[in-house]
């Protein structure tokens, strides 16, 4: 194996522990995204975060990110900002299906959930099909 494709594989693992561990470390909210149709992970699928404001009772918009190669969007939200409340993650899976040719019967899958300690880690993960989708709390 050349010298080259060896530093390659090194820099992808150490990208990929980079990755983890900002997303262990960082925020206590994760997710990831499993396409179970195809027995691959959710790459480059548009993910948005939002609060509800109880008072209003309209969502606020926390943050918006895209899913890595590992179906993973590390960072949703620091432990500063992480609080009691309710929170909703949307998934824009209508626009991952164009991408990859096909079309869905869901243009886009929200996930709400109340969160009462803000103090633990959450693991809300999506594991999804053209027609179908499932979720629920990992660690």
């Given at each position: 194996?050349s010298?080259?494709r060896?530093?390659?594989i090194?820099d992808?693992?150490?990208?990929?522990n980079?990755c983890?561990?900002?997303a262990?470390?960082?925020?206590p909210?994760?997710?990831h995204?499993?396409?179970?149709?195809?027995?691959i992970?959710?790459?480059?699928?548009g993910?948005?975060?939002?609060?509800?404001?109880p008072s209003?009772?309209?969502?606020?918009?926390?943050?918006?990110?895209?899913?890595?190669?590992?179906?993973?969007?590390?960072?949703l939200?620091s432990?500063?900002?992480?609080?009691?409340?309710?929170?909703?993650l949307?998934?824009?899976?209508?626009?991952?299906?164009?991408k990859?040719g096909?079309?869905?019967?869901?243009?886009?899958v929200?996930i709400?959930?109340?969160?009462t300690e803000?103090?633990?880690?959450?693991?809300v993960?999506?594991?999804?099909?053209?027609?179908?989708?499932?979720?629920?709390?990992?660690?």
């Amino acid at each position: 194996m050349s010298v080259q494709r060896l530093q390659h594989i090194r820099d992808h693992i150490l990208a990929a522990n980079k990755c983890a561990e900002m997303a262990a470390s960082e925020s206590p909210l994760t997710t990831h995204v499993l396409n179970i149709g195809m027995g691959i992970p959710g790459s480059q699928l548009g993910i948005s975060l939002h609060f509800l404001n109880p008072s209003a009772a309209t969502w606020n918009l926390i943050t918006t990110g895209t899913t890595n190669d590992d179906g993973r969007c590390p960072g949703l939200i620091s432990r500063e900002t992480f609080k009691s409340g309710t929170y909703k993650l949307r998934f824009e899976t209508g626009q991952y299906w164009e991408k990859m040719g096909q079309t869905s019967f869901y243009p886009y899958v929200e996930i709400v959930f109340t969160i009462t300690e803000p103090s633990q880690k959450f693991h809300v993960p999506l594991l999804l099909s053209r027609f179908s989708y499932s979720t629920y709390r990992g660690s």
